[in-house]
């Protein structure tokens, strides 16, 4: 690839910079796809190996297993929701696999270290905060991705509100609060686990590798938190 086609080929993945307006310390979002080529995962981990080797502490996302110890005595239907849920996230992400041959799973090539520390919700934490008809919807639309005849219906089921004002009505109605449990409350958990490090070490610098998703709520979070945003990064690959 040229010079000129990098330039031009579009990023998947971003680093979202704030500074902290009284501390000055520096927290990096770094937004990724959960299934990308080998390399941009390489670049990204070059990146975060700058920011480590600068001090920084990772928290990254990924949804955890539960343990009795942590929700007690599992209602049934909490544990078919979760299963339910989880099959429909894996749905997608093999979907992705299956129609690019390139692309690898984020983990594969960008996986925790020791020292990265996870802040989410458990699997069985997410299920209860979704009812059952959302969880049979979101199960659904990720169905339907797969065939291209019900994809309007995915586009819905699966949360793309982008569009003409009554779809985005529709899909508020069908997702219910879906949007909610995958983004919102697991960025709230992202955002606690910050306020924990600044209260044990005040000023540390911080790197929260998340989804692309979640970039946007993210960094909400922080300048209500009265960080100020210095910029979007695109990472490429290297050619």
């Given at each position: 690839m040229t010079k000129s086609n990098l330039a031009e080929s579009p990023a998947t993945a971003y680093t979202y910079t704030y500074i902290h307006s009284v501390r000055g310390n520096q927290v990096d979002i770094i937004g990724v796809h959960h299934t990308d080529k080998p390399a941009v995962y390489e670049a990204v981990l070059n990146v975060m190996e700058a920011r480590i080797a600068g001090g920084a502490v990772v928290h990254y996302e990924g949804l955890r297993e539960s343990c009795r110890s942590e929700y007690g005595v599992t209602p049934p239907a909490v544990a078919r929701r979760a299963g339910r849920i989880m099959g429909a996230i894996e749905l997608l992400a093999q979907h992705s696999l299956d129609t690019h041959p390139e692309f690898v799973r984020q983990w594969e090539v960008l996986g925790p270290a020791d020292t990265w520390k996870n802040y989410d919700v458990t699997e069985l934490d997410l299920a209860s905060r979704?009812?059952?008809f959302a969880a049979y919807a979101y199960a659904l639309g990720n169905e339907a991705v797969r065939q291209p005849f019900f994809r309007p219906l995915y586009g819905i089921m699966a949360g793309s509100w982008q569009g003409k004002p009554i779809r985005k009505a529709l899909a508020r109605v069908l997702h219910l609060n879906i949007g909610k449990a995958l983004l919102d409350d697991?960025?709230?958990?992202?955002l606690d686990a910050h306020d924990r490090l600044q209260e044990e070490h005040p000023g540390a610098s911080l790197v929260m590798l998340w989804g692309l998703s979640h970039a946007e709520g993210?960094?909400?979070?922080?300048?209500a938190r009265n960080y100020e945003s210095v910029g979007r990064t695109a990472i490429r690959a290297a050619s």
């Open positions: 979704i009812g059952g697991r960025n709230d958990v992202a993210l960094g909400r979070g922080l300048r």
